[in-house]
């Protein structure tokens, strides 16, 4: 059996196409893995409180008295940690908004990397202390910028969490949704195919994958969900 965390980052909700595609691996990774267990976190909801100089000071306070936003945070980040290190691989959605990932995926970054907890020095340098998992990152754009100057989330998100050592990473990249209706139907098609064949080996992914994928209709529809994704895409 492995345990899978699932953390949903997009603030588009029903519309959110990482948060669609995220769904789908889900499924189809339960279908294909039924002793599987998934905890799932949207961090956009509750929202997470951010990274300032009152919680900074909180994490290195030692034994000196914590404020009681201090105290929640630390706890909040505790409970973080925590639940990372108990689950083997990580699904994150990571949709691009303004060409970085999401103000709600950078605060779970901020709580989590903890010197001690999750990396710490070394006089060979930092090394990271969450090892042996994986993770499965789904990043959707309103525009196309694989292997351009333009995607910065693929090396910073790579960076960050091969930095608290999980370097086994792997990139879905679901592009060009804001390019009109036909462009945003091949690109749910392509990228609902490309996350089905993230299912780990040991069980086949089902035949209806391919099938559902090819067949699913245009997932962006209506003149504001498509004016809302020329605004936060680019």
């Known amino acids: 059996m492995s345990r899978v965390l699932v953390l949903k980052s997009s603030i588009l909700g029903e519309y959110s196409q990482s948060g669609k595609l995220v769904d789908f691996f889900v499924e189809q990774w339960r279908e294909t893995h039924p002793e599987d267990r998934f905890t799932v976190r949207d961090l956009a909801n509750p929202t997470l409180p951010e990274l300032d100089g009152e919680v900074m000071a909180g994490f290195t306070a030692g034994d000196k008295p914590l ?3 201090q105290q929640s945070t630390l706890a909040l980040s505790d409970e973080l940690i925590a639940e990372l290190k108990s689950h083997d691989t990580l699904i994150i ?3 691009m908004y303004n060409f970085n990932i999401p103000t ?3 605060i779970y970054f901020d709580l989590i990397a903890r010197a001690g907890q999750t990396f710490r020095y070394t006089s060979a340098g930092a090394e990271g202390l969450v090892t042996g998992k ?3 990152v789904i990043s959707s754009r309103g525009g196309i910028h694989a292997d351009t100057p333009t995607d910065l989330i693929t090396p ?3 960076l960050f969490l091969g930095f608290i050592g999980i370097t086994d990473v ?3 990249l679901a592009e060009g949704f804001a390019y009109g209706p036909e462009a945003a139907e091949k690109a749910a098609q392509d990228s609902r195919i490309a996350v089905a ?3 780990p080996a040991g069980v086949a992914v089902p035949a209806s994958a391919p099938a559902q994928a090819q067949a699913a209709p245009a997932t962006v529809s209506g003149g504001f969900l498509s004016n809302l994704l020329k605004k936060l895409f680019r």
């Open 197 to 199: 064949q993230k299912i």
């Open 67 to 69: 404020t009681p936003h």
């Open 134 to 136: 994986k993770a499965i």
């Open 93 to 95: 959605s990571a949709p």
């Open 170 to 172: 792997e990139f879905v």
């Open 156 to 158: 910073y998100v790579k």
């Open 104 to 106: 709600q995926l950078k």
